[in-house]
């Protein structure tokens, strides 16, 4: 599965140098390294040195990477719930990810205004964040207008009990939301709605519930070498929100990073001091943070990556692959990525045991190396 993650900020924080960056990383090619859908979003890949090492010993033609989908949502003004700007655009856009990119601005520069003429990447957050919630306060408010009239009439329309009882545990549901949503408790909010997910509780999509990723701006300077550790405007992010959800990045140096060959690309890394780039980071941490875990499929004419959620059978991982695949799945030879670079060769890994015949309710692991026998 592909993670589509939409890039959200305000304007002149480095978005649009960070999308252009990401679009011109490399020229479109088959197996998607980077390339251009339209000209709001772009696909990469998720760099996977274990994919790298399983096309050399499996000898393979191809190597196909899982990948991540970036939209550049535009359109975010102050007013953007109300349709302000391009507010009703920008709103539908981010309705579609699986995780919002805030990029925040860490860097000064006089040549470079900022729209509340201060330097406040926590108040940027809490502005954007503020625009998800008024549109969810107006749907969650639409939403228990609808449940408590439907259960008003919930005889005359001859519902059954259990169809009541789920009407009941909304109308719960989008009480408490609306309680947080005016107190705005994104924390809060985005807890409940994952627990009531969990008890397979219903209600309308809210925007402000979506997970969420921090991408520091910083200036050239602060990048490299770390010296971002000492910058005020990110020490307040990670001081606000961990070091997990926050990713220091250039968007400068990225863009000039993407105009490079790969040698080019780590001089220049090697020069400022930096041990990735904060795309790889960005890359990463994105498709970590949907929790989830990689699966590969090998042989001479492709390494093949994919992604699914956490916890899938290898009955559904087979649907990752092809539907037929998962409707003929009969079982699956399974071995895991760390035995095979410990044993060196799928030989070895079979005379040593750790090559195993498995069902369909097989949990998939990170790292697992799968080929499926089917029949359709």
Known sequence: MAINTGLVGLPNVGKS???????????????YPFCTVDPHVAITSVPDKRLVELTKIFDSKKTI??????????????????????????????????????????????????????INPVDDFETIVAELMLKDLESVEKREEKVKTTLLK??????????????????????????MLNKGELQKLQKLIKEKKELEIKTVPLLSSKDFLIIANLSEDDFSGKNYENNQHYKALIEKFGTEKV??????????????????????????????????????????????????????????????????TIHEAAGEIHTDIQRGFICSEVYNYDDLIKLKTEHAVKEAGKLRIEGKDYAMQDGDIIHVRFNV
């Not at 140098?17 to 090619?29: G, H």
């Not at 109308?171 to 408490?176: E, G």
């Not at 970590?288 to 992604?307: D, Q, V, Y």
Request: hydrophobic share 40%; charged share 25%.
């Open 247 to 312: 990713i220091p990045v250039s968007a400068k140096i990225e863009y000039e990073l993407a105009q490079l060959n790969d040698e080019e690309k780590n001089e220049m890394l090697e020069s400022l001091d930096i041990k990735e780039s904060g795309l790889d980071n960005i890359i990463k941490k994105a498709h970590n943070n949907l929790n989830l875990i990689t699966f590969f499929t090998c042989g001479p004419k492709e390494s093949h990556a994919w992604s699914i959620k956490k916890g899938l």
């Open 154 to 179: 919930a005889k005359n329309k001859q519902l059954t009990t259990n169809e009541i009882k789920a009407l009941e545990n909304e109308q719960a549901l989008l009480v408490k939301a609306k309680e």
């Open 65 to 118: 990477p899982t990948t991540v989908q970036f939209v550049d949502i535009a359109g975010l003004v102050k007013g953007a719930s109300e349709g302000e700007g391009l507010g009703n655009q920008f709103l539908s856009n981010i309705m579609e990810v699986d995780l919002i990119l805030h990029v925040l601005r860490c860097f000064e520069d006089p040549n470079v205004t900022h729209v509340h003429n201060e």
């Open 17 to 31: 140098t960070l999308f252009n960056a990401i679009t011109k990383s490399s020229i479109p090619a088959e197996n």
